[in-house]
């Protein structure tokens, strides 16, 4: 199902959107069998959690998976979810018909297990970039105890000049967790924002895990003459071009 009207213009004010659907718990329990092995077997690549800031009694963070990274090359159930007709119906409604999922942009899993450190507060965009929106997949319900994201709304508007990543100030000591909202999400559910948006998560003081996807997706350029990009699917619509005639050739290299 599309977002309503509604929907966007909300999107549009606030900068995110929890969509109502959630994937076929078949899917999901797919996306979970793998991500468990992956993370079981250690299967590179990935970022471990801070030795320092892990919280699990006992463990040295630095031999405990925070994110496996690289997932679209790891298995074809991440692509699956990745295009959803649950997420790109959304999207449409957001970035219009012809949709590209970017490679070499997020494309990973947080793992986030029990004691995981903050997610530091950070825009993953400049505000003058083209826009760019993050898709969050829950393999997990994510809660108050399990570090769900947090969301500052309408950050990606604030027309002032301010460090992507602010550093300085514990998590919850930072002046952005006081205007932040909490997203809990449930298993299967999918959380749109864009990526301008000032958010962070908190620590996870479950003893589980709070996995999710982490993908990237743009609206194709119209104007890009050369169009074959290693590192950008086109997952719906086609890499159509606007603008003064090229040669043919031009357009697909």
Partial sequence: MSLTQEDVWLFRHNGFVHVKERLPEELVHRLSEVTDAHVREKIEPIIWESSEEYGADGEDGRDVVRRLSKIIDRDSVYLEA???PIALDALEAILGPNIELLTNKHNHIMVRPG???PVPWHRGEELYSRPLMTVLIYIDESTMENGCVRLVP???QIPLS???RPK???FRE???FYQSVPMPMPSGGVLIFNDALFHGADKNLASTPRRSMTLAFQGHDLHLVRKADPEKIIVRGERAYEGHPV???LLKS
Avoid: D, Q
Wanted: hydrophobic content about 25%; glycine content about 14%; charged content about 5%.
């Fill in 174 to 176: 930072h002046s952005l």
């Fill in 168 to 170: 300085g100030l514990p």
């Fill in 154 to 156: 309408g950050s990606h």
């Fill in 115 to 117: 004691g995981s450190a």
């Fill in 162 to 164: 301010s460090p992507r």
């Fill in 82 to 84: 990745a295009t959803h």
């Fill in 247 to 249: 040669p043919a050739h």
